[in-house]
């Protein structure tokens, strides 16, 4: 799937909701417990269930992939299964230290 800027995208398993803030330029699988996430307006799939490991997606939190650079998501709407992009888990993006004040 070609990901941009701005797509928003939901899970075919759980409530989880995410915008695409960050994308490289080549085609990616963004997936949701197991599976494959969908366009906001798309139905999804009848008869699957959450598959795979990893911890819940947060709400409000940005996402990154540590083997793939250019790629970061913010999750807009909370869920219970993890996030993977390319059979990769996703992590929480860690936050800029901010400078001394000393």
Do not use: F, N
């Amino acid at each position: 799937m070609s990901l941009k800027p701005g797509t928003r995208l939901k899970s075919q398993v759980d409530s989880t909701e995410v915008i695409v803030v960050r994308a490289p330029a080549e085609d990616l699988t963004l997936c949701c417990g197991g599976h494959p996430m969908i366009d906001l307006a798309a139905e999804p799939s009848s008869g699957l269930a959450a598959a795979g490991e990893g911890r819940p997606a947060l709400l409000g939190k940005r996402y990154t992939a540590a083997d793939l650079d250019g790629l970061e998501i913010l999750v807009t709407r909370a869920g219970s299964t993890g996030l993977t992009v390319d059979g990769v888990p996703m992590e929480v993006k860690a936050a800029k230290p901010l400078p001394s004040s000393d």
